[in-house]
């Protein structure tokens, strides 16, 4: 199994950007797909955006699409989700997670860290 640390979160006015990186020990690693998700305060944890284990296939949620760009480098066991253009409504807890994409992308995760708060201010 992998083990998961995310960190980048802070606090950014709306407009900013911000960089989150998930960094991942196990060996599995380079053979998951990765994938981001958030909950805001109050609602439930919902999908942001996974990639391929080869980083060569991308999926994204309506919201965050051609604004949070995510990638991964199997040499340094690490995932990233560069935010721009953030907006208030980008305020939650940010997570990674590890299991196939398909799992991914029905929000299930193997593995998940332990969440990096983002906080957007207007």
């Known amino acids: 199994q992998v083990q998961l640390v995310e960190s980048g979160g802070g606090l950014v006015q709306a407009g900013g950007s911000l960089r989150l990186s998930c960094a991942a020990s196990?060996?599995?690693?380079?053979?998951?797909?990765m994938g981001w998700f958030r909950q805001a305060p109050g609602k439930e944890r919902e999908f942001v955006a996974a990639?391929?284990?080869?980083?060569?296939?991308?999926y994204y949620a309506d919201s965050v699409k051609d604004r949070f760009p995510i990638s991964r480098d199997n040499a340094k066991n690490t995932v990233y989700l560069q935010m721009n253009s953030l907006k208030p409504e980008d305020t939650a807890v940010y997570y990674c997670?590890?299991?196939?994409?398909?799992?991914?992308?029905?929000?299930?995760?193997?593995?998940w860290g332990q969440g990096t708060q983002v906080t957007v201010s207007s």
């Open positions: 997670a590890a299991n196939t994409l398909s799992a991914l992308l029905k929000g299930v995760g193997a593995s």
């Open positions: 196990g060996r599995t690693f380079s053979s998951s797909a």
């Open positions: 990639i391929n284990w080869s980083g060569e296939s991308t």
